[in-house]
C-alpha cells in the first residue's frame, strides 16, 4: 500500500488491520515516553490548502511519535498566494527530502491528482478532499465505535451494528468514508437529513435512508453520528434557517433526553454546538467526542507505520 486516497483502497482484512495496529500505537501512547523510532529521518509533510484542527494537528502529533521530521504547509501565508501551481507546490517540497504528503483540499479529487500524477514519488494520504473522502477520520471512528460498544479487546468486525449517520450528507467527505469502511466492516449504516441534503443515488452506499430524525431514532441504532452544517459549502437554499433545522435534525436536548443512554453519540468535529448538536449531548457520558480526537492520534500512527516503516512483526 503506497496512498491512502479512499476507504475502496482498503479491503476489510486490511481495515482492520489498520485498527489492530492503532490499538498497539495507543499502548505507545499510554507509555510515559510516548515514541518508537520507526520513521528516524524520514521525512512527512502535512500539506493543508483547508483549515483543519483535529486533523493536522493529529497527523503531525502521530508523526512526531513515530520519530520523523515534520513539515507543517498551510496555503495561506505560503507561495500559493503568489500563484504557485498545485504541481510545483509538491515538487518543491519533494526536493526538500519529503516522502509522505498528508493533503487536504477544498476540491474533490485534488489528492488524488497528486497521487496519480507523475509529479511526486512520494505516498499520498487523504486527509479530506472536499466532499469526497476522508479515510482516517473513518477509521478512527470504526476504532471509537468497536471499543466504546464491542470492549477494548474486540479485534473483530463491526458485524451486528446499526449506525445512523445524520445531517449534511451531501457535503460531508465524512459521511461517505464512513458508510463505506463501517460497511466493509459489517455494520448496518442508516442515514437521515433534509432532502436537500441528502444526495442523489446515495441508497447505494447505505442501507437505509430517513428524512424524519424521529422517525429514524425509533428504530434504535447502537450509535449515531452527528454531522456538522457545513455553511461554507452551501448557500441558503439547501436547508430552513437553523432554528427549523435544530428543531428538525439536532440532537437537541429534547431528542437527547429520549434517547436511550446505552446509544453512543460521535460527531467529527468542529461541532456547531445549538445547531446540529447540543452541548448536553455532546458533553454527556455516553458521547465519545473526545474518544474520537484521541483515538485520531493513534489511527494515524497506524497509517504512518504502514505506509512508510518497514514490515516489522511487532511494533517497537
Ligand atoms: N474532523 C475533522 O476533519 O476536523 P478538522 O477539520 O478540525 O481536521
Redesign the pocket.
Known amino acids: 500500500m503506497k496512498h491512502l486516497l479512499s476507504i475502496n483502497d482498503l479491503g476489510k482484512e486490511d481495515a482492520l488491520e489498520l485498527l489492530n495496529l492503532a490499538i498497539e500505537m495507543q499502548n505507545v501512547n499510554s507509555r510515559d515516553v510516548k515514541k518508537l523510532p520507526a520513521l528516524n529521518g524520514r521525512t512527512v509533510a502535512n500539506l493543508f490548502f483547508e ?6 494537528i493529529s497527523f503531525e502529533l502521530a508523526a512526531k511519535r513515530l520519530s520523523a521530521d515534520v513539515i507543517n504547509f498551510t496555503a495561506k501565508g505560503s507561495s500559493v498566494s503568489k500563484g504557485e501551481s498545485l504541481k510545483d507546490t509538491v515538487q518543491t517540497l519533494e526536493a526538500m527530502g519529503v516522502e509522505a504528503l498528508i493533503v ?1 483540499h477544498n476540491h474533490s479529487g485534488a489528492v488524488n491528482t497528486i497521487a496519480n500524477a507523475d509529479w511526486s514519488k512520494a505516498s499520498v494520504i487523504n ?2 478532499d472536499g466532499t469526497h473522502e ?1 479515510p482516517t ?1 473513518a477509521l478512527l471512528d470504526a476504532l471509537t465505535i468497536r471499543q466504546r460498544l464491542l470492549g477494548k479487546d474486540h479485534l473483530g468486525d463491526l458485524t451486528g451494528l446499526a449506525v445512523l449517520i445524520v445531517g449534511d450528507i451531501l457535503h460531508s467527505r ?1 459521511a461517505r468514508s464512513n458508510m463505506l469502511l463501517l460497511r466493509k466492516l459489517g455494520a448496518r449504516v442508516a442515514i437521515c437529513g433534509p432532502a436537500t441534503l441528502i444526495p442523489e443515488g446515495i441508497e447505494g452506499l447505505s442501507d437505509q435512508v430517513f428524512y424524519n430524525l424521529d422517525e429514524a431514532l425509533q428504530h434504535g441504532f447502537d450509535a449515531v453520528m452527528m454531522l456538522r452544517i457545513q455553511a461554507e459549502r452551501m448557500n441558503s437554499a439547501f436547508m430552513p434557517n437553523g432554528a427549523e433545522y435544530a428543531s428538525g435534525w439536532g440532537l437537541g436536548d429534547s431528542r437527547f433526553s429520549k434517547l436511550g443512554t446505552k446509544t453512543l453519540i460521535l460527531h ?3 461541532m456547531n454546538r445549538g445547531l446540529e448538536i447540543s452541548s448536553s449531548a455532546a458533553d454527556s457520558e455516553q458521547s465519545a467526542i473526545l474518544d474520537q480526537v484521541t483515538n485520531g492520534v493513534a489511527v494515524r500512527m497506524a497509517v504512518l507505520y504502514k505506509l512508510l516503516a518497514q514490515e516489522q512483526s511487532n511494533v517497537r
Open positions: 483549515d483543519s484542527t483535529r486533523t493536522r487536504r486527509a479530506g476522508h477520520q465524512v467529527p468535529g468542529p
